[in-house]
């Protein structure tokens, strides 16, 4: 029978050497919350089993996942992982859990096979506790394991409070951050942690010393020397592990068949979809939950997020948010999609157009410099360059719409609400304030006139 296991993530710190005044789990790799990162790993995990631990910044770090379903303990004074995981301990209890893992909100990676093995191994053997540990060449930075010459877990040892004088010389193998606790067993323990050590903190690894003096087992699980559990302490730290994920994402795709020149200088976020058949050119960024299908080429120097590209073409230097592109659609140079823009088969946004939660339907054109925003255009529609929808009076928002086949002069203004009829031409230069029937000609601007200009006359010089 296997242990129910739920898990406690720490999500209080600071992060001091961040030099950030956001809260460390909200640093980001790739685009994406170092906690985000932990929180789609425990996917699996029913959310009333999950409790984060926050502290500072901590309405940040709920606005920023307010979307999920989780539930949250403030610890409004961080004194230490002990004290964060003692004000969670209630909610365990109550919960029925038999094991708790307790993990580190900055540390993206969490080995979910490695963490259900421990809590096995610790129900098996009846250890109170469990706990996965590194072999680091370098161990600097990090708690000691100190076990005793039959190879029991007797305590950790934190950077700050070890002396390799005295434990006979330097410890390689160390703590990795991740436990597993027998909940019944480790409940009258919790209660007996101090904070007598150089920080002045509840420290979680002071349990392992307790469990030893209670007579109650430590089984330490190694992991290795595997860099994937070390903690994001640092920017330096937080960049080298951007670096390794990007790579390894790049690499993957390429295997499953993208295309990817120049793929040194490509960045992919780790929840972005592209199918093989597609074709990147770097440098190029790629974020969030974009999908990019097969036929699709993408120039260089883009940045796109949360977009869904069809086989389509997209030149160099566009930024594309939370837009959808069709198929054979053209997009850019220097073209921006807000989100909300739709851009249907075959349609054309070219260079400095910007669209922002407008629709334009199969082969509608805004070639240059325009701005189309909380509109829909119609099939075959042409945008004259200079183009702007007025969507904004101050106060709220209001729609244009061009019908089919319509033709927009040149540097044309479309005061919304407007409609612009199928097949009707609206003249450059144009202030459009009112509808536009089918088929007609609208010219909204003052007739020209040419006038004689005075000669000025120049002053004697003296």
């Not at 193998?173 to 067993?185: A, L, M, P, R």
């Not at 960045?267 to 974009?290: K, L």
Request: hydrophobic fraction near 40%; charged fraction near 20%; charge should be negative.
């Amino acid at each position: 029978m296997s242990a129910t296991l739920g898990y406690v993530l720490l999500a209080a710190g600071k992060g001091t050497r961040m030099h950030s005044d956001s809260p460390k789990v909200l640093q980001t790799v790739l685009g994406k919350p170092l906690l985000g990162y932990v929180f789609d790993a425990l996917g699996h995990v029913p959310p009333g089993l999950v409790w984060t631990v926050i502290g500072f910044g901590a309405q940040e770090v709920r606005s920023t996942f307010a979307s999920r379903d989780l539930q949250f303990v403030l610890q409004e004074e961080q004194l230490g992982t002990g004290h964060a995981v003692s004000l969670a301990w209630p909610e365990i209890v109550a919960s029925g859990l038999s094991h708790v893992c307790v993990l580190n909100g900055d540390t993206p990676y969490v080995p979910v096979q490695e963490v259900e093995a421990l809590a096995d191994l610790c129900r098996e053997e009846g250890a109170a506790m469990g706990m996965l540990t590194l072999e680091l060449e370098n161990p600097f930075g990090y708690g000691r394991v100190v076990r005793s010459n039959e190879g029991v877990v007797l305590r950790v040892v934190e950077e700050k409070d070890f002396d390799a004088v005295e434990y006979g010389g330097e410890i390689n193998e160390v703590n990795s951050g991740v436990y597993v606790f027998d909940v019944v067993k480790c409940t009258e323990l919790l209660a007996k942690m101090d904070r007598d050590n150089a920080q002045g903190e509840f420290y979680l690894t002071q349990m392992i010393g307790l469990c030893a003096q209670a007579g109650l087992a430590v089984a330490g699980m190694p992991f290795g020397s595997s860099e994937l559990l070390r903690g994001i302490n640092s920017p330096r730290e937080l960049v080298d592990f951007e670096e390794a994920l990007r790579a390894r994402i790049v690499e993957e795709h390429m295997r499953a068949g993208v295309i990817l020149r120049n793929g040194v200088s490509i960045v992919i976020g780790p929840d972005a979809e592209i199918a093989p058949g597609a074709e990147i050119v770097g440098p190029c960024e790629i974020y969030g939950r974009s999908r990019i299908e097969r036929g699709a080429r993408i120039s260089s120097h883009c940045w796109i997020r949360d977009a869904v590209l069809g086989p389509c073409q997209v030149k160099s230097f566009s930024h594309i948010e939370g837009a959808h592109v069709g198929e054979g659609a053209s997009i850019g140079p220097y073209a921006r999609l807000r989100p909300g823009a739709d851009i249907g088969r075959k349609a054309r946004v070219g260079n400095f157009v910007e669209v922002k939660n407008a629709v334009l339907h199969e082969g509608a054109k805004a070639g240059h410099l325009s701005y189309l925003g909380d509109s829909v255009i119609g099939a075959d529609v042409n945008i004259g360059a200079g183009t702007i929808t007025c969507n904004y009076d101050g106060v709220r928002k209001h729609r244009t719409e061009i019908r089919e086949k319509a033709f927009i002069g040149s540097n044309t203004a479309l005061v919304a609400p407007v409609i612009v009829g199928a097949g009707a031409v609206v003249g450059a230069g144009s202030v459009v304030t009112k509808d536009v029937p089918d088929g007609v000609l609208c010219v909204a601007r003052a007739r020209q006139t040419n006038i004689e200009r005075k000669k000025r006359q120049e002053k004697p010089q003296s």
